[in-house]
């Protein structure tokens, strides 16, 4: 590395004048980013600090439980099973399957719960199934459909 005096009339030479990295005394063009990461995580701290300042909300006081009587539910509930042989019975009782509407609306009249269990046999068309079903949703009843595998869960799994 030789350095060659210049004088103050002589024309500097386009290589001599980029920076050079070897050159400790030659001006630097990259720009240092240390400082600008610090600002900025300084300006993230700040900002995650005064967040929630910056939240407003109200204040309320909320009534007390004036209602501490809850109405009465339901005891029971309302199972429809269809059989093998087309028997319909809901809770156990017989019901020819044109008096099906009619006895549902009897039943569910009274209840605020009106949700109808059916059960099918599984020989069963279910077509046959959809007229008991047509019938419970005419009365405005909810309809859950019992499956076997329900029943062994409710038997315990066995």
Do not use: C, W
């Not at 156990?92 to 009106?114: G, H, M, T, W, Y």
């Amino acid at each position: 590395m030789s350095h060659k005096h210049k004088h103050h009339d002589e024309e500097d030479d386009p290589l001599e004048s980029a920076p050079d990295r070897r050159n400790p005394g030659s001006p630097l063009t990259e720009i240092n980013v240390t400082p600008l990461i610090d600002v900025l995580l300084v300006l993230l701290v700040i900002f995650l600090a005064t967040l929630p300042l910056a939240q407003k909300g109200m204040d309320i006081n909320l009534p007390l439980e004036v209602n501490s009587k809850a109405p009465p539910k339901d005891s029971t509930q309302v199972v429809a099973e269809y059989t093998a042989d087309h028997h319909l019975t809901i809770n156990k009782q017989a019901v020819a399957l044109p008096d099906v509407e009619n006895r549902l609306r009897d039943i569910f009249e009274s209840r605020s719960d009106k949700t109808l269990f059916l059960i099918g046999d599984g020989k069963v068309h279910y077509g046959e199934i959809v007229t008991i079903i047509d019938a419970a949703v005419g009365v405005g009843v909810k309809v859950a459909i019992v499956t076997e595998g329900m029943k062994k869960e409710a038997r315990g799994g066995n």
